[in-house]
C-alpha cells in the first residue's frame, strides 16, 4: 500500500476531497505515494486558520521562532539522506544532487532561525525638537507560497523559513507532481511547536489551490516560484486587489567562454551547469557563448564529456543525469530537439530516448550549434538540451549575453581580470559568475534576477525580509 500524504490544516491532517498519485520519474511502476487532493473549500479553511493565527504569532518571541526554526533545521539536517532518498524518487535528480538539496534545505533553517533574532529597526533623530522616531518590521500577515517542482524541499524551505522568521503565517502550496517532499517537509514543521494555523500544507492543483490563495483577500502577500505564464497571471490578480508579490520565473542563462579561459574549467561549468540536475534548473546554461578562438576545441571536449555521462536511474549508484520529470516534460524536450533541427541549428550530440531497466523518462543530453535567432537559443527548454553561440570577441559575447528578456543569471569563463570586472559590472543579471556554473548558489545570500526573470523583492539571506516585512514608522513626542 502507498502511504497516503494528507494536507495539513490549523494543526490537523486532513483528507482531500480525491487522491492523487505521485509517480517515480525512473521508474513508472514504482507509486511514490498517494496524496489527498485539497480544493478550494480546504484554501479558504486554511487561510482563514493562518489569518487566526496571525496576532499571536506576531507577537511571539524571536527566540520562540529561533528554536522552532532551529529544530525544524536539524531534523532536516539529521534526516537528509533518506529526504534525499525520497526527492530522487519523486522529482528524478541523482541521489547524491537530492542529499545535497535536503542538506541546503536544512541549512536554511539553521540560518534563518538566526535571522529571527537579527531583526533590526533603526532610531533616529527627529527634524523637529523633542520627536523621537524608530522605524521597525512587522510581519506583513498571511503569506501565500506557491513552489515549482524542480527544488522540491530547497525552494519551500527558502520561502517557509524566512517566512515564520520574521512572523507571518504560511499557507504553502507544493506543485503537483511533488507531493510527497512537501508532505515531509509538512510533517517535519508540525512537530517543532509551531501552534496551529500558523503552518499550513495544501496539495492540489494551481488552478484551483493556487488561484483560490491568490485571490483571496486574507492573503496579504504571495511567493511564487515557476513558470513565466503562471507567475504573470499572478502578478495581475495580485496587482488588482494590491497584495504584495514575489515571482520567481525562468531563465535562459549564458555562459560565456573566453579564448583565454582554462578550457578544462569551462568545459566543467558548462556540463554541470547544463545538464546537471537534467537541465530542470532555472539558473541552467542553456546558452554558450563560445568566442571564435577556443570554439571548436570547446565544443569538441564537451562532447567527449557528454558522451561520458551515465543516463539513468535517479537512485542508481553511479548515475550522472537522472530522468526527466515527467513525460509532458519531456515530451516539451523532444520538441525542442526538432525545433532545433527544423530552424538549421547543427546537431552535435544528443537528444535520443533512452531505454533502461526501469521504464523513465530518460534522454541523453542534447548539444547543438546555433544562430542568436533561433527558438532554442531563445525561449527556456528546462531540460538537458543546450546551445553553442559563436562570438567574435568579449564585447560580442556580451552583447549576445544580454540579448535576452530574462536576466536571472549569467557566467563568465576567463583568466582576465579585466573581463571578468567588467562582466560583473554591465551583465543585466541578478547573479553573475566567473569560473563557476551558472547554476549552484549560496543560502545565505540573496536569490534573483532581472526582466522577465524575476518580479519583486530578492529571496534568501537577509534581503528576503524586504518581501516578508512591512516598515513601519513611529514617532514619540516626550
Ligand atoms: P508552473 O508555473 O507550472 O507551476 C508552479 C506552481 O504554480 C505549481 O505549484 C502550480 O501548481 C502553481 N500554479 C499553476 N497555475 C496556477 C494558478 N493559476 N494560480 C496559482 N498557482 C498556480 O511551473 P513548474 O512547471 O512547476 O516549474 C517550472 C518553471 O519554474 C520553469 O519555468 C522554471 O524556470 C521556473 N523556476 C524558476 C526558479 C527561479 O527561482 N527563478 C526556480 C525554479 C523553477
Redesign the pocket.
Known amino acids: 500500500m502507498a502511504q497516503l500524504f494528507k494536507n495539513y490544516i490549523n494543526g490537523r491532517w486532513e483528507n482531500g476531497v480525491t487522491t492523487g498519485v505521485s509517480e517515480n520519474p525512473s521508474d513508472l511502476d514504482d507509486v511514490v505515494g498517494e496524496y489527498a487532493r485539497a480544493d478550494s473549500n480546504h484554501t479558504e479553511a486554511a487561510i482563514r486558520a493562518a489569518a487566526s493565527a496571525c496576532d499571536a504569532w506576531a507577537h511571539t518571541t524571536p527566540q520562540r521562532r529561533a528554536d522552532v526554526l532551529d529544530q525544524i533545521g536539524s531534523e532536516v539536517l539529521v534526516r537528509k539522506e533518506e529526504l534525499g532518498q525520497l526527492l530522487a524518487r519523486e522529482e528524478g535528480k541523482t541521489l547524491p544532487e537530492a542529499v545535497a538539496e535536503a542538506g541546503r534545505a536544512g541549512n536554511i533553517f539553521k540560518y534563518f532561525a538566526g535571522e529571527s533574532l537579527r531583526s533590526a529597526g533603526e532610531r533616529l533623530a527627529s527634524v523637529r525638537p523633542g520627536v523621537d522616531v524608530e522605524v521597525s518590521r512587522e510581519p506583513v500577515g498571511v503569506v501565500g507560497i506557491?513552489?515549482?517542482?524542480?527544488?522540491p524541499l530547497a525552494?519551500p524551505a527558502w520561502k517557509i523559513a524566512p517566512a515564520l522568521a520574521h512572523g507571518n503565517c504560511v499557507v504553502f502550496?507544493?506543485?503537483?507532481l511533488v507531493p510527497g517532499c512537501g508532505w515531509a517537509l509538512a510533517d517535519i514543521i508540525s512537530r517543532a511547536g509551531v501552534p496551529a494555523g500558523v503552518f499550513n500544507l495544501l496539495m492540489g492543483?494551481?488552478?484551483q489551490v493556487?488561484?483560490a490563495?491568490?485571490d483571496s483577500p486574507l492573503v496579504d502577500a504571495i511567493s511564487?516560484?515557476?513558470?513565466?505564464?503562471?507567475?504573470e497571471?499572478?502578478l495581475r490578480a495580485t496587482a488588482a486587489r494590491r497584495a504584495k508579490v514575489q515571482l520567481?520565473?525562468?531563465?535562459k542563462n549564458p555562459l560565456i567562454v573566453l579564448a583565454d579561459a582554462d578550457l578544462e574549467q569551462a568545459v566543467e561549468c558548462a556540463l554541470q551547469g547544463s545538464f546537471f540536475s537534467t537541465g530542470q534548473?532555472?539558473t541552467a546554461s542553456s546558452r554558450l557563448i563560445v568566442e571564435a578562438g577556443v570554439h571548436d576545441r570547446f565544443v569538441a571536449r564537451l562532447r567527449e564529456r557528454m558522451l561520458a555521462l551515465r543516463v539513468g536511474h535517479a537512485l542508481t549508484r553511479g548515475t550522472d543525469i537522472g530522468p526527466v520529470v515527467n513525460r509532458s516534460q519531456l515530451e516539451q524536450n523532444q520538441s525542442y530537439i526538432e525545433i532545433g533541427r527544423n530552424e538549421g541549428a547543427e546537431h552535435v550530440v544528443g537528444g535520443d530516448l533512452l531505454s533502461r531497466e526501469t521504464r523513465g523518462h530518460f534522454m541523453s543530453p542534447a548539444l547543438f550549434l546555433a544562430q542568436p535567432q533561433h527558438r532554442i537559443a531563445r525561449e527556456?527548454i528546462?531540460g538537458p538540451v543546450a546551445c553553442v553561440l559563436k562570438a567574435d570577441s568579449y564585447e560580442h559575447a556580451l552583447t549576445l549575453a544580454n540579448d535576452t528578456p530574462f536576466g536571472?543569471c549569467a557566467g563568465l569563463c576567463t583568466t582576465s581580470l579585466k573581463h571578468a570586472t567588467h562582466f560583473k559590472r554591465n551583465a543585466k543579471v541578478g547573479m553573475a559568475m566567473v569560473n563557476l556554473p551558472t547554476a549552484g548558489v549560496d543560502y545565505h545570500v540573496p536569490?534573483?534576477?532581472r526582466k522577465g526573470?524575476?518580479h519583486g523583492p530578492r529571496e534568501q539571506g537577509r534581503y528576503a525580509a524586504e518581501f516578508y516585512t512591512t516598515v513601519k514608522t513611529a514617532y514619540t513626542f516626550a
Open positions: 506557491i513552489a515549482p517542482w524542480n527544488f525552494i502550496k507544493p506543485a503537483e492543483s494551481g488552478r493556487g488561484q490563495m491568490v511564487f516560484t515557476g513558470s513565466v505564464a503562471t507567475g497571471q499572478i520567481e520565473m525562468g531563465g534548473r532555472c527556456e528546462f536571472l536569490f534573483g534576477g526573470s524575476s
